[in-house]
């Protein structure tokens, strides 16, 4: 595009994300991810969406969690859609804790708790076996 002269936009670069992060490409999703910020673009909730899905399902939780906390500083905190799939990520892996920590987040910044959060979470703590946790 660029040697066309068209520049791309953030439409541009989301759609290019979402297909790296479908053909599992995320590690290369991320360094898009990261020119895209240097261009100054700063892609918002919508471009973070296909990388967070990327990174969680292909297990690069350190990752997604740069990618979360970057968002966190810059004041992008990310919507429902975005908080349910690295929950979703956190809770696959087993990583109950860190889910709690987020879902108190989510609490914290009044974001609309959804049903899918909290099959999410009734999912992975019968999973390993927690369902005490559930009362609480």
Do not use: W
């Amino acid at each position: 595009m660029i040697k066309y002269g068209v520049s791309p936009n953030i439409a541009t670069f989301n759609s290019i994300l979402d297909a790296q992060c479908k053909e599992g490409r995320t590690v290369e999703a991320l360094y898009l991810a990261e020119a895209v910020i240097e261009k100054g673009l700063f892609p918002g909730v919508i471009a973070n969406c296909p990388l967070r899905n990327g990174l969680g399902h292909s297990s690069k939780l350190e990752e997604a969690k740069g990618l979360f906390d970057y968002m966190l500083t810059a004041n992008m905190f990310p919507n429902i859609v975005t908080l349910n799939i690295v929950l979703n990520a956190l809770c696959s892996e087993g990583l109950m804790e860190k889910a709690q920590q987020l879902f108190g987040l989510m609490i914290e910044h009044r974001k609309e708790i959804n049903t899918i959060t909290y099959n999410t979470l009734i999912k992975g703590f019968c999973r390993l076996g927690q369902k005490t946790c559930l009362i609480r």
